[in-house]
């Protein structure tokens, strides 16, 4: 099964046109309409952003405790 997602806008008569699919005539397609959600400038999505980052002991092992292989 192929997805093809495509952004579009209702127009002011409630109609809804789609243009240059990339399916052939008589292909039977399943249509659903989800409202977009938009963010109003990312921060959301990606809430650590811009965020600065320290690293203490960038070398050191982590978690070899657990590691059976080791023991």
Not at 19 to 28: I, R, S, T, V
Not at 45 to 64: K, M
């Amino acid at each position: 099964m192929s997805t093809h997602r495509v952004a579009a806008t209702i127009e002011h008569d409630g109609t809804l046109t789609l243009n240059d699919l990339p399916f052939q005539a008589g292909d039977e397609v399943e249509v659903i309409i989800l409202p977009r959600r938009t963010h109003a400038n990312g921060s959301a999505r990606y809430p650590l952003r811009g965020q600065s980052i320290q690293y203490d002991e960038p070398f050191a092992p982590v978690a070899e405790e657990d590691w059976g292989a080791l023991q």
